[in-house]
């Protein structure tokens, strides 16, 4: 297996993995969530919030770019140019569409949800929060999540095309 061929199949693999937790959370998180009082919603969502800071989750998730991008130069280098234009878009989508919306969106919305003590607050307080928060945060991840499966495609794309060197 050669190098571009390794840096491919991981790039999808990766930007795969994270389309499928996006999409997963989508139609079984977020419904779930809809589902359970205010307070139980702050609490499990600032548990999360902290939960998922993890390896496991973050190095796919900041490095899928990255491979994406090297997979891409790779195959341009080959002289495979549709597929390493297929690869850069599907990289500039994820860094625009997942990295950028999450940075933008996501991220400032659990920072505030963070700050936020249920302790400390009144039933009016937790719901008019949790309102703010889930509203925001559910478009958020819904427009990231579509950006995710876009990426995907492109991805999955270059693979589907023929290489123009051979």
């Known amino acids: 297996m050669t190098a571009r061929a390794l ?3 991981s790039g999808i693999l990766m930007v795969g993995l994270m389309a499928g937790l996006f999409f997963g959370w989508m139609v079984s ?3 779930g969530l809809s ?3 205010d307070s139980d919603y702050i609490a499990t969502m ?3 919030n902290v939960a998922i800071v993890n390896p496991a ?3 796919p998730f900041m490095l899928t770019p990255v491979v994406l991008a090297g997979a891409g130069v790779l195959e341009y280098r080959a002289g495979n ?3 390493a234009w297929l690869l850069g878009v599907a990289a500039v989508t994820y860094v625009v569409g997942v990295l950028g919306i999450t940075v933008g969106g996501n991220i400032p919305l659990n920072n505030t949800l963070d700050a936020f ?3 400390t607050a009144t039933a009016s307080e937790t719901a008019t929060q949790r309102t703010s928060y889930e509203r925001s945060w559910n478009r958020w991840h819904g427009a990231r999540t579509v950006a995710n499966a876009v ?3 492109f991805a999955i794309s270059s693979s589907l095309v023929a290489m123009e060197a051979e």
Request: hydrophobic residues 40%.
């Open 29 to 31: 998180v977020i419904p």
């Open 35 to 37: 589902r359970i009082s």
């Open 81 to 83: 140019q549709r597929r």
């Open 151 to 153: 990426s995907f495609g």
């Open 117 to 119: 003590d249920l302790n």
């Open 7 to 9: 840096l491919t199949g």
């Open 46 to 48: 600032q548990s999360i």
């Open 57 to 59: 989750f973050v190095i």
